[in-house]
């Protein structure tokens, strides 16, 4: 099993930045992909970005060029770097942990959530 933890939201104006972390309870080389993803009220929860094992990433449109995901190895970390922040991407903002199983069977793990409200 992989716990996630997050921290880094909060409450912020239009324009600020915000740094989310989300520390993993096993070596994340062990983890095939990680990922964010956000849910506003009464909305579908979608990606925001990933990134693999090897270092490729992937963002959402509406992120792309504000944000940036990253991770540090040694602590088992995942990083989100949000710059440029707009009202729009107040959410809650989950970590993901994706593992194949040497089956190939996927297993999904998913943080506890933070918030990050954008003032207008």
């Known amino acids: 099993q992989v716990q996630l933890v997050e921290s880094g939201g909060g409450l912020v104006q239009a324009g600020g930045s915000l740094r989310l972390s989300c520390e993993a309870s096993?070596?994340?080389?062990?983890?095939?992909?990680m990922g964010w993803y956000r849910q506003a009220p009464g909305k579908q929860r979608e990606l925001v970005a990933v990134?693999?094992?090897?270092?490729?990433?992937t963002y959402a449109d509406s992120v792309k060029g504000r944000f940036t995901v990253s991770r540090d190895n040694a602590k088992n970390t995942l990083y989100l770097q949000m710059n440029s922040l707009k009202p729009e991407d107040t959410a809650v903002y989950y970590c993901?942990?994706?593992?194949?199983?040497?089956?190939?069977?996927?297993?999904?793990?998913w943080g506890q959530g933070t918030q990050v409200t954008v003032s207008s």
């Open positions: 993901n942990a994706d593992r194949f199983t040497i089956t190939t069977t996927l297993q999904r793990y």
């Open positions: 096993e070596n994340i080389f062990n983890i095939n992909a």
């Open positions: 990134i693999t094992r090897g270092g490729t990433t």
